[in-house]
Structure formats: C-alpha cells, structure tokens
C-alpha cells in the first residue's frame, strides 16, 4: 500500500518574507499579450494591499509567476492568491474560451532569512527571465519590479524592505548599489538552494534561523536528517 506523505502547515509569522511561486497547470502558459500581464499585475497590486501583504518584488513569466512577500495578516498571502486566481482565471478564460482550473495546484513558498537571503532572492526573481532566455538582460522585460528596485521607476505596488533600504541613503543610491549586484551572477548552487527550498517548503536561513522558525511555527522547516551511516564491517 503506497504511503501518502501528510503536506506541511504553511508558514506565517507576520512581517518575515516568503519567497512564493505560482506555475500553471502542466507549466503551461498563463500570460499571452501585455494586456494579460499588466492585468495580472492590476490584480496583484489591488489584492495585495486589501488583503496586506508587503511585496517587495515580483517577475511574471510566460508560465508561472514569482513573488517576494511579507504577509501581515495569517492569511495574507493565501487571500491575495485566491484573489488573483478568481480574477485572472475569468480574464483569462474569457479571452481564450477556456474552462476549469489553470494554476498546478497549491503555490509553493518557503520563509527566508532578510538579512542573508532578501537581496539574493530578488536577484534570483528579476533576473529569471535573462536565464529563460527570455532578454539578455533584466530591463530589457517589462514584466519585474527590476524597473523599481534598480531603475528607480517608482511602482507603487513594491514596499521596499529595510535590508533594501539599506543599500544607500538616497533612491539613487540604493537603485545603482541594487543594480551593481547584478554584475555578479548567482551562483548554480545558489539557485538551486533557493529553488529547492521553495518548491520543498523548508525555510531558508543558517541553522540558528530554522531553528527559531522552527520555535516559532512549531513545524519543521528542514528535511529529516537522513538515515544512520552503514556500519563498517571490521577486517
């Protein structure tokens, strides 16, 4: 009889931010014209600030969208998705005669560490569309909040985070000390800690940090270490 794993409760602990990806169904594309993704982004700016989640950054791409959050409310982030997905799925379906569902199943998200993962995870979102070969580079695509953090091209929808803040005094400042970040590519281990911990659900942080979001959410936000070595056997 095959054992099916119980899910994960969902992370929440006001203010920490989670890094969220949405994909359609059998990654199928969801956005087909500029009309789709600025309607997209309409819906998600209105339903982020009725239901109070912070975004600090954002990408959509052809088949799934990428989010950087601080939920106020428990709920913050499941009420915005839901909005989102009863706003968007009719937009859509209206324009392409589709029916039924067209997100694969429950978003995934994971809790992270601000002071070592904020930047690094808004650097993995604005520029996926460079590793998708989608523009060589990240202002080149329209559809990021890279125009905001590093341009300076105010999107009223962003809430900029303190570490953010941090990187200078000044708007221009902290736009071209973002901007320089990306001048050092994130490394494949890099992008696959941050991809693996999202899609699994664990948070990510150093050891002292899952264990205090361990504390904190009283669930376990890493995997089960693995299983005891084999003995060796004595010559």
């Not at 913050?76 to 005669?97: E, W």
């Not at 070592?116 to 808004?122: G, K, P, T």
């Not at 989608?134 to 929808?157: F, M, R």
Request: contains cysteine; positive net charge; aromatic residues 10%.
């Amino acid at each position: 009889m095959t054992k099916i794993m119980a899910r994960l409760s969902r992370y929440y602990i006001k203010n920490q931010p989670q890094h969220i990806i949405q994909r359609g169904i059998n990654q199928q594309n969801i956005f087909f014209d500029d009309v789709d993704y600025q309607y997209y982004i309409d819906c998600l700016h209105a339903a982020a600030y009725n239901n109070e989640l912070k975004i600090h950054a954002y990408v959509l791409l052809p088949n799934q969208v990428n989010l950087l959050a601080s939920p106020v409310e428990e709920n913050s982030i499941s009420r915005t998705l839901q909005s989102l997905g009863r706003n968007y799925v009719q937009h859509f379906n209206d324009n392409y005669d589709s029916q039924g569902t067209l997100w694969e199943g429950r978003y995934r998200a994971t809790v992270i560490d601000p002071s070592e993962y904020l930047l690094r995870c808004c650097r993995y979102i604005e520029n996926s569309p460079v590793l998708e070969g989608l523009v060589k580079n990240p202002k080149a695509y329209p559809w990021s909040s890279y125009s905001h953090n590093a341009l300076g091209k105010i999107d009223e929808g962003i809430t900029e985070h303190r570490v953010y803040k941090q990187l200078g005094k000044t708007e221009k400042e902290r736009s071209q000390a973002y901007k320089d970040l990306f001048k050092t590519p994130l490394t494949e281990e890099q992008l696959s800690t941050i991809s693996d911990a999202t899609h699994k659900g664990w948070a990510l942080g150093n050891a002292k940090f899952i264990k205090k979001i361990e504390q904190l959410t009283n669930r376990r936000a890493s995997p089960l270490p693995k299983g005891r070595p084999k003995k060796v056997k004595e010559q």
